[in-house]
């Protein structure tokens, strides 16, 4: 029995995009219905909700659990008494 003959070379990438000076950078051309309609978007846009500025912090964050706590001489006393 022969050996079937190798499978064909992969088929190439994608082609590489267009370079800086190939690319359309012009704006589009709007007509002015539609420039009106991109108006009113961005408008209805910028209307929409502030977030209200907060003069004062409140901050509720606690432990979980209360422990009382421990001064530097109290925490140091297991140390020395050794």
Known sequence: MPIPPPPPPPPGGP???PTFSQ???????????EAKGRGA???DIC???????????NDRSEPS???????FKSSCRHFISQ
Not at 23 to 32: G, Q, V
């Open 15 to 17: 082609p590489p995009p």
């Open 23 to 33: 690319a359309n950078t012009s704006p589009p051309k709007l007509s002015r219905d």
């Open 41 to 43: 978007l961005l408008s």
């Open 47 to 57: 209307k929409g909700t502030k977030l209200r500025k907060v003069a004062v912090v």
């Open 65 to 71: 659990c209360k422990q009382p706590e421990l001064s």
